[in-house]
């Protein structure tokens, strides 16, 4: 994605975005065999917002932790095998790293070929792209298709609420606005996208199925995600307040009697 006001031109891909195609092809490989197998887990789009937020967090949030929030249960529950738990560990590993990578790469604009590109689907330009008879059964089996960018939010706003305390503002005025307007940024994306649509994404020359003003938006969301990241690195992971194991003589008895301390082993 671009921050220009037109649809990206397509290039030939880097090396880099081939590897990352292919990352993000054993990725949803992986999310629609446990789909085939009856698990009811997101579709990558979700799982990637999800991840982009765990980057952006301010304490690395372990596999054991996130995994069961995503998919709905611990690894040995969830995968058939642990083969299976491996090759979709590996993969998410490597989308982890060409993640952090692009938010690394000191970039000024998004269609820089080492920028962050979410792996966002125009779903409503695929839509465009089948015959009337095929959008009216697609459209009857599974709804409307989200709007550009919008799982995608939601499975970023999903890490962010879950770990809520770990993204609580800081007590610097200017970096909490900064931080809330990042966060706004990305949670603009998760409403419908009603304006007129000028391009499709999916295949040039089908119907328009995004808005000039979603596109901006993503962009607008890309550069808070930038913004988010540095944040969290700079702040650090928090730190919990230093507890004191001094009892005041006001205080309960540590014993229970129910009694103020000096009432009772503080006399």
């Known amino acids: ?7 990206p031109e397509a290039d030939p891909p880097t090396p880099e975005q081939d590897a990352a195609s292919a990352t993000i092809d054993t990725l949803e490989a992986a999310l629609g065999a446990l789909n085939d197998a009856g698990q009811e887990v997101p579709d990558w789009e979700f799982c990637e917002g999800f991840m982009t937020a765990l980057l952006c967090t301010r304490r690395a949030v372990p596999e054991a932790e996130w995994l069961p929030v995503l998919l709905g249960g611990p ?6 095998s642990p083969g299976e ?17 692009a938010l690394e790469a000191n970039v000024e604009m998004l269609d ?7 792996a966002v689907t125009d779903w409503r330009g695929l839509l465009q792209t089948l015959s009337e008879t095929e959008r009216a059964e697609a459209v009857a089996e599974g709804g409307q298709p989200p709007a550009l960018g919008q799982s995608w939010a939601s499975g970023f706003l999903a890490a962010v609420d879950h770990w809520s305390d770990e993204w609580a503002p800081p007590r610097d ?7 809330g307007d990042a966060l706004d940024a990305v949670a603009e994306l998760v409403d419908d996208d009603r304006a007129a649509p ?11 199925s995004v808005s000039e003003a979603r596109f901006e938006a993503l962009g607008e969301a ?9 944040i969290a690195k700079s702040l650090g992971p928090r730190v919990a307040p230093a507890q004191s194991d001094k009892v005041g003589r006001n205080d309960p008895c540590p014993c229970g009697s129910g009694k103020k301390y000096k009432k009772c082993h503080g006399a």
């Open 222 to 230: 890309i550069w808070a995600v930038y913004d988010l990241y540095a």
């Open 112 to 118: 820089d070929p080492r920028a962050l590109e979410p």
């Open 75 to 80: 690894a040995a529950e969830v995968f058939a």
């Open 173 to 179: 005025k200017e970096i909490a606005e900064s931080m």
């Open 1 to 7: 994605m671009t921050d220009t006001h037109a649809a």
């Open 85 to 101: 738990h491996t090759r979709f560990a590996m993969a998410w590993l490597q989308r982890e790293a060409q993640l952090r990578a």
């Open 198 to 208: 000028s391009f499709n994404l999916y295949q040039e020359d089908a119907a328009p």
